[in-house]
């Protein structure tokens, strides 16, 4: 892997004063201008941080001749959907110009990359940017990986899943596991017309359309939290939207397995990222 720069703890935002911080990762020696990808942790919308995995999977993609961002994003607790998107589009606009404060050349390509409930807010960001015609103040998103992502918040808890399906390791056996989506809209136990048509419009598969960016879902076969079928379901209605689509299923996997940082997935990533794929 080539060296990597790293800079944490910097303010890329601040909204309703409330300043929101990023890490910056980017090669040491750059071969020309950089593809910006902001990348998205996961935990539910309700936990997780921008460190996360970051020797692991952050730094073996910006080794690769990328300048990414790991960006904190206002959790569930503190700020309802779609505080969320917000904060990502506050980041399109305002990270590029983080790397190039710091002499790092970039392209003026902006990509999104998140895992889990990071890529759920990736995807939305990247759909309604094609439905609105603008992600941010003066950036467009021209690529998204999303890993493992629920696509369709109506099915949290009824997406069929593959017969081989386990949950992640890091769940005890047993878990109960909480309405992380419900929670995220603010949304009560009562299930009604009005809840549903929220989850609904908060679900990637509910904003396809044939204008946007090219799309790479990564998921594991082996997922039981968020099943596969969320990704197939996704990649369906975009292809039928005529948007560009690829999936990528990854053998044996769970639910934020190591697998996932192979060096093969990462190479996947990086290259559509990029859009050398």
């Not at 935990?43 to 970051?54: F, I």
């Not at 998107?85 to 999104?112: E, K, M, Q, W, Y």
Request: charged residues 20%.
């Amino acid at each position: 892997m080539n060296p990597v720069h790293t800079e944490t703890d910097v303010i890329y935002a601040s909204i309703a004063g409330r300043e929101l911080r990023c890490d910056l990762h980017w090669p040491v020696v750059t071969p020309g201008p950089l593809t910006v990808a902001i990348y998205l942790h996961g935990g539910g919308w309700a936990r997780g941080s921008r460190a996360d995995r970051a020797e692991e999977r952050l730094a073996p993609v910006a080794g690769a001749g990328i300048a990414v961002a790991s960006i904190e994003y206002r959790l569930s607790r503190e700020a309802r959907w779609p505080a969320q998107l917000d904060d990502v589009r506050a980041a399109i606009d305002a990270v590029p110009r983080l790397f190039a404060d710091r002499g790092v050349a970039v392209s003026g390509r902006i990509a999104l990359w998140g895992c889990s409930a990071g890529g759920h807010v990736a995807l939305m960001a990247a759909l309604t940017a094609a439905e609105t015609g603008e992600a941010g103040a003066g950036a467009v998103v021209d690529a998204v990986v999303a890993w493992f992502p629920p696509t369709d918040l109506t099915l949290m808890t009824d997406a069929p899943a593959s017969p081989g399906a386990r949950m992640p390791a890091f769940l005890p056996p047993g878990a109960a596991i909480p309405p992380f989506e419900r929670m995220l809209l603010g949304l009560g136990e009562e299930e009604d017309d009005e809840s549903v048509a929220r989850l609904r419009d908060a679900s990637p598969v509910s904003h396809a359309a044939p204008d946007v960016c090219p799309v790479l879902l990564i998921h594991g076969d082996e997922d039981a939290l968020i099943p596969a079928s969320h990704s197939d379901a996704l990649r369906d209605v975009l292809l039928t939207a005529g948007s560009p689509v690829s999936m990528l299923l990854v053998r044996g996997a769970t639910h934020e397995d190591p697998l996932f940082d192979a060096p093969a997935v990462l190479g996947a990533t990086a290259a559509h990222l990029k859009g050398s794929a």
